[in-house]
Each structure stands twice: as C-alpha cells, then as structure tokens.
C-alpha cells in the first residue's frame, strides 16, 4: 500500500490538496450532495480511494495516465484511459438515481482523485513521443559538474518530489497556500471538459521536454523552476474538479 502511495500522481499528499482546494469551491447544493455520498465533512478524506483499490485490480493502476494524440489532442476511447474513465463516472453521478450506492460512491471518489491524476504532467503520454512515458536525466548542484554532486532523476518521480517537499503543511494549508497566487485563474482554468484539460497539460509537456529530456544534464535550479507549473496544475486541478461537480449535481 505505502508503495501504491508513492506511485500515484503528485502523491496522495498532493491529492488531498486538490481536494481540499475543490472542496472551498463546491456549491452549498453540491456540498450536501457530495458529503452525503461519502458520509464524510470533506473530500480530503477519500481522496486517495482508487490508490487503495489498486491491490486488487490491476487495470486501476492504469487510470492515473491520459493518453493523447501526436497532434497532443484527446481522442482514445480506451476504457482505462484516465480521460474515458472520468466520462464514465461523471455519467454514473448524473444517472446516481438509477444506480447502487456502491457505484455512486466508487464513482465520485474516482472522479476524485482521478481528475486530479490527469493534470500530472508525468501521466500524460503523447503519441510518437517515447520520452512521456519516463525517462532518465541528471541533475547537478550548483556549477561545478563533478560524479559527486550528479543526480540520477526520473521524468515522472520530479513532479511527485514537489509536493513531498510541502509535506510539513497540511492539504488544507497547501491547498490555501496555492489559492493566494492562482485564485485569480479561477474563471479561465475551470472552463472545458476533462479531454480539453488533459490537452492543457499536456501543452506544459511539450513545453517542459525542450529543456528537461532523455539523458539531459540540467541544474537543480533549472528543475526547481518546474514547481510553478506544478503548482499551476495542482489548482487546475482543484478548480476543474469542483466545476465538474457543481456541474453533476446542480439539479
């Protein structure tokens, strides 16, 4: 299980603060909705349910990627790609009347923790570009390049280093943390549906890999830039979350 933790997207740290940013933006309807599904006062709670349910089905583990197109669009209509997995909850929530409790809770904690998986740009995978699937590179302190300052580093484990380095906050001051500086965004970063947002990220993958890519040498300094655009995905994530909700249970 501890295991299980450490592979999912920004950490199970980082999707209790996704959650904890969604939560301060439900509606009081969406609230009474979502705490009544999971019986619980908040979503950080269960933001974590799919990571748990990994052990016992292998096809879990694969929800956490999206894949997209080599012209960076969302087109897959594979059943564990993350993308088509949070079509398919979000149907389940908007048809809850007509389905089991189970599913509906199973449902909104995936969508939980799911959305926010997507917006890692270490799970988004690109078509004809190898190096989204991980890769190794060599980080190095400060000028000087000599074997003892080089760091061997992987692609997908730098962007779940980011959020171990907030691990003394807790989700909900992280997450109030992240709000000072990109609550501004909210408007623009809530709009589109989940194929649009992995399409988003996505963009920041292309991007990040003309500097940082397969057997690089960059500095420390170089990786620590990376933490605005993790941050940056992080309240996306959180804002686009709870405007799928809102959405879902606004009737």
Partial sequence: MLMAGEACAFRGFGHQTIAAIADNHLTENTKREVYSILKADNMVKHANWVTSQRSRAKRVSEWQYATLDANGKSTTTYENDGVVVIEKAAEVLRNRKNESDSLVFASLCTLIEIVGDIHCPGNIH????????????????????????????????????????????????????????????????????????????GEDVVWCLKVIYPEAEVTNETVYRYEDINNRCMAKAGYRLAALLNNIFKQ
């Fill in 126 to 201: 690109i078509e004809g570009n190898e190096a989204t699937k991980n890769f190794a590179f060599t980080r190095w302190n400060g000028r000087k390049v000599e074997e003892k300052n080089r760091l061997k580093s992987k692609w997908r484990e730098m962007w779940h280093d980011y959020t171990k380095t907030h691990d003394v906050f807790t989700p909900q001051y992280y997450a109030e943390d992240l709000e000072i500086i990109l609550l501004k965004k909210k408007a623009e970063y809530e709009k589109g549906t989940p194929r649009f947002w992995a399409e988003n990220v």
